[in-house]
């Protein structure tokens, strides 16, 4: 039973998304993010919604879409059948951290950051739940592939976002510039293969930060794993 | 057949799935299943013909989703699928009395304020669509599906506007009686029976038994007729399969019929035969229609607020008297207005009375933007206080839900000017007992005032429970006698007319000393001659508490259980009146104290001058929380504490300045945006909140902000410094245009751009003229421009 859930949200993770610190956390910043993220926990009602669809390379079989680019298509590899997921955090939170950003804005931008790291907790559960499902059946799942990642269209969001019907299933919509609302939300694609995969390589390149990330631009990493 | 006749009291059936019959003919997903009555109109004409041969009294034309937004890039206009729609099923239906209904369901695009679909553009949209729809011959309109009650109220507002169609609405909602967005059962119902709607009720999401609780709840809430379209049950998680068979599905619905619900019909995953089992098993069930008594009250989307007690009205958003309040008008800081409806939120106010009625100022435009912003943060009820006509109906237009209009009087011009605005939008109407010839003397004549206006109200077709009657509180020292004269007004108007009552409390200590203790007798009174409405400052927790006294003795706090958890854990919490001995306003600043800035400002404006605390103490201050930032020693958690810590120091001087009457202290004007298509504006809002610190007057324009707005701002304002924020690679070309308008403009300025994305060499591709890498540099940057 694939159940949308936020299972932890790591403090030391919602502090990279709000660019540091990592280090010598002072206890009253420490308290602040775990308090937030305890608030947001029993704020959201996490929406997920999932279909598996034969794949003929890189095209959906039943439906009009075929996904573009070369890192996709290494992603697909040997894949015959592919799983696209959607999920999101809700509303709710958005309301949440909109309400703060007028009391108090630094806890609007904590807010904003552990909700950033509940929907990615949320996406590995689901991964690793597929995952279960997927290896009982005798076949392998890869990552998860957003549309943003390589080579990927962004654009694709909104085909994703039609193929499963999210709007009506979860609530989910996609804006003219490509942009899923409610904000904390998340699409990709994985493949089922009958061979075992391994994961992506971890670093900068494949982190879903990789654009926005204030610790690399400063110069370093976050040394995540 | 007609519609409006038949749902008084017979049943009508409504028919299945669309959707889902397509697909299994064979429609591709991604496919637009609407244009498929132009390239197989034979298959959909035949799942029409199935569902008239099963029974259905009406049919939904293949229009589900047959607006501008879904069908651009298509090649086929709106107009053209609506109308070719229709004729199929008007052709399906030929020779029988089935009706065709126009299907319309949501846009597709999220609105305002989470979204960025305007209100305003969502009902051109659905403008396009009811008029073709009606052009082509529909016999009504349902709007299906929708889970944003703002959505709906766009949607029933251009078809009561454009169309005379008869108006069906369903709306889809969770287990947890909620939608996605947060609606309420009440809700929709308070707010869709004030559009005029002619019947209301639930599609989708659920099968029968679980929508059966929400239409027990909804039938308390309102007398229309009530839809119930369910899905074939549940699917199963692991096939996404509907599992249901038809006669499970009727024999789920037979219960309804107890309820005296008679329009049914199914949603996805049904098929003819479950519309044909829906017939079999209520053909020989006489439709019923039990008494139940219903629940009235007001509401915003997510928060209905019951009119059965006494309910509290802040009236702290109003610019009478407030200097500081004006300023914030003048300078449409609608941040001001905000902290102070989540002040009176926090106290415990039920309802916000909001009123900017300014000389000078564009009412009608605040009004709409004033509304906006408060609903999109706080989700309490609003009460619009205004007597101007455009901005009475700017208010009530773009409100989420069901309001009170604030105020009309006696006077025959001013009943027929307000009460038809107040009915269109379905609001309650406050009247004041006073008319043309001045204000009542006798508690006699405001009763008969009283009465005039519920007459008035009634004869335009607003319902009773929403007349509430001010009976006016004059000043007890100025006019001694009408103290009691009001409370006599009272008492006759809630127990003779059997009206609810409101009164601003606050006048009636006007000019006395320690005026909150009459303010306090008089509110006591007021509320045991039956006042159930008391306009006061939330913020006077006096007041308050008064309220939860009363609330125990008239039996509304049910076990005194409100009382208790207010008062028994009570410690003298006495707000600090002066600082600890040894802080300053430099470490106060740095350690993001808040309230001790304030106070610290508070004693050094005895000695010091506005201008000396600010450049010698605030703004090294924060110079030195910046440093620290950029070496890394603290982050931007603290850096945003200090900032609003040292806001606090910047409202006390605003004040002092202005009681002071001198000049507005402001090193120039800075516009902040977040360009056209993003939605992201923390980063945005962080800058804001330090330049403000460091004396600069930011207009902030918000988010998704069209360039045309930002160059009109920028000229009107005459601003020199615009800030432009995006997260996202696919809205950085908006700010590029927002660059290149303002070069074409020729208006003389420079553009400063910021957001995760942006790397300086970007900003110089697109034309800007400084990149700031955080909030500390974009202050750097002010100083360097504007000084």
């Not at chain 1, 699409?187 to 009958?194: E, K, R, V």
């Amino acid at each position: 039973m694939l159940t949308p859930r936020i299972t932890a949200i790591n403090p030391i993770e919602v502090l990279r998304y709000l660019g540091g610190p990592l280090t010598d956390i002072p206890d009253a910043l420490l308290q602040t993010v775990q308090q937030t993220a305890t608030e947001l926990q029993s704020t959201a009602r996490p929406k997920a919604v999932w279909r598996i669809f034969s794949l003929d390379g890189t095209a959906l079989l039943g439906t009009t879409l075929s996904l573009s680019g070369v890192d996709i298509q290494r992603h697909l590899t040997d894949c015959t059948k592919g799983v696209l997921m959607a999920a999101t955090l809700g509303a709710d939170v958005e309301r949440l951290i909109m309400h703060a950003q007028v009391s108090d804005l630094s806890k609007a931008l904590i807010l904003d950051s552990c909700a950033s790291a509940a929907i990615e907790n949320i996406c590995d559960n689901l991964e690793a739940d597929l995952r279960t499902q997927v290896e009982a059946d005798g076949f392998f799942l890869t990552d998860r592939f957003s549309p943003g990642y390589g080579d990927l269209p962004l654009a694709l969001q909104s085909d994703f976002c039609t193929l499963l019907n999210t709007q009506r299933q979860i609530g989910l919509t996609v804006s003219q510039s490509n942009i899923l609302i409610p904000r904390k939300s998340v699409t990709a694609i994985l493949g089922i293969s009958n061979h075992p995969r391994t994961t992506r390589s971890s670093g900068c390149q494949n982190c879903n930060l990789f654009e926005t990330c204030q610790i690399r631009k400063s110069g370093t990493t976050c040394q995540a794993d | 057949m007609n519609v409006r006749e038949t749902i008084q009291s017979g049943y009508l059936f409504l028919d299945g799935a669309m959707g889902t019959q397509l697909q299994a003919a064979g429609l591709k997903l991604g496919e637009r299943p609407e244009l498929l009555c132009f390239t197989d109109p034979e298959t959909v004409t035949a799942i029409h013909r199935s569902y008239i041969a099963a029974g259905s009294n009406v049919i939904y034309a293949n229009t589900f989703q047959a607006n501008g937004h879904k069908l651009s890039g298509t090649g086929y206009s709106v107009s053209k699928v609506v109308t070719k729609a229709i004729a199929l099923a008007r052709s399906a239906a030929e020779g029988t009395d089935t009706m065709v209904a126009f299907d319309c369901g949501p846009i597709g695009k999220l609105l305002e304020p989470l979204g960025t679909l305007r209100f305003d553009e969502a009902y051109d949209l659905y403008r396009e669509m009811v008029t073709a729809a009606q052009e082509a011959g529909a016999d009504l309109i349902v709007f299906e599906t929708f889970t944003d009650l703002y959505d709906m109220k766009a949607a029933v507002l251009a078809a009561k506007e454009h169309t005379s169609l008869p108006i069906l609405c369903t709306m889809s909602f969770e287990e947890n009686r909620r939608t996605f967005t947060g609606c309420t059962v009440p809700a929709m119902a308070l707010t869709l029976e004030g559009l005029g709607v002619d019947a209301l009720g639930f599609n989708c999401s659920l099968g029968p038994e679980e929508i059966f609780p929400l239409a027990q709840e909804l039938v308390q809430w309102t007398s229309l007729p009530i839809v119930i379209k369910p899905n074939a049950g549940l699917p199963d998680p692991a096939t996404n399969l509907y599992t249901i068979t038809p006669e499970e599905f009727a024999r789920q619905l037979v219960p309804y019929t107890q309820l005296g619900i008679r329009i049914l019909g199914g949603c996805c995953g049904t098929s003819p035969g479950f519309i044909r089992a829906l017939r079999d098993q209520l053909g020989t069930i006489p439709p019923e229609a039990p008494t139940i008594s219903k629940r009235h009250g007001v509401c915003s989307a997510s928060q209905v607020v019951e009119l059965n007690g006494v309910r509290v009205l802040g009236e702290r958003i109003n610019p009478t008297g407030k200097k500081r309040f004006q300023q914030a008008l003048r300078e449409h800081d609608l941040d001001y207005l905000l902290n102070q409806g989540i002040a009176q939120q926090d106290a415990g106010a039920d309802i916000l009375d909001v009123n900017v009625g300014l000389p000078g100022i564009d009412e009608p435009t605040m009004m709409a933007d004033a509304v906006k912003a408060i609903q999109a943060v706080i989700p309490l009820p609003l009460q619009i206080d205004s007597t101007d006509p455009a901005a009475v109906e700017a208010g009530l237009r773009y409100y989420n839900g069901k309001a009170i209009l604030n105020s009309v009087n006696g006077k025959q011009e001013i009943l027929d000017t307000i009460l038809p605005i107040v009915k269109k939008y379905g609001a309650a109407v406050v009247g004041l007992t006073m008319d043309e010839t001045g204000l009542p003397q006798t508690a006699q004549q405001r009763v008969e005032l009283a009465q005039r206006i519920l007459t008035a109200a009634q004869g335009y077709g607003i319902p009773k429970e929403d007349v509430f009657i001010d009976c006016l509180t004059l000043t007890v020292s100025a006019q001694q006698e009408q103290a009691r004269e009001t409370l006599e007004a009272v008492h006759r108007v809630t127990h003779e007319l059997g009206l609810h009552t409101m009164l601003g409390i606050s006048n009636i200590s006007f000019g006395l000393p320690e005026r909150i203790r009459i303010t306090e007798s008089f509110l006591t009174q007021a509320l045991y001659c039956g006042l159930d409405l008391p306009i006061v400052n939330p913020n006077q927790r006096q007041i308050m508490d008064a309220i939860a006294c009363y609330r125990v003795l008239s039996g509304e706090d049910r076990d005194s259980a409100a009382y208790i958890h207010r008062f028994a854990n009570a410690e003298p919490a006495a707000a600090p009146t002066s600082a600890p001995a040894k802080l300053d306003l430099e470490t106060a600043v740095a350690k993001g104290l808040k309230s001790e800035c304030a106070l610290l400002t508070t004693q050094l404006l005895e000695t010091k001058d506005p201008l000396e605390i600010i450049n010698t103490l605030l703004i090294p201050a924060l110079d030195l929380v910046g440093k620290r930032y950029e070496s890394g020693e603290i982050f931007l958690p603290q850096l945003i504490n200090s900032a609003t810590a040292s806001s606090e120091a910047f409202e006390v001087i605003k004040a002092h300045i202005l009681e002071n009457g001198s000049e507005q202290f402001s090193k120039g004007k800075i516009i902040l945006a977040t360009v056209q298509g993003d939605i992201h504006d923390i980063g945005k809002n962080i800058v804001k909140v330090i330049l403000e610190n460091y004396g600069y007057q930011v207009i902030d324009l918000g988010r998704d902000v069209p360039p045309e707005k930002v160059v009109e701002t920028a000229v009107s304002e005459n601003v020199s410094l615009i800030g432009l924020s995006a997260l996202m690679t696919t809205t950085v070309p908006s700010m590029a245009s927002t660059i290149q308008a303002l070069h074409a403009s020729g208006h003389p300025c420079k553009t400063l751009v910021g957001g995760a994305v942006l790397t300086p060499e970007y900003a110089l591709e697109i034309g800007a003229d400084y990149y700031a890498k955080d909030a500390k540099q974009s202050a750097d940057i002010a100083k360097e421009v504007l000084g």
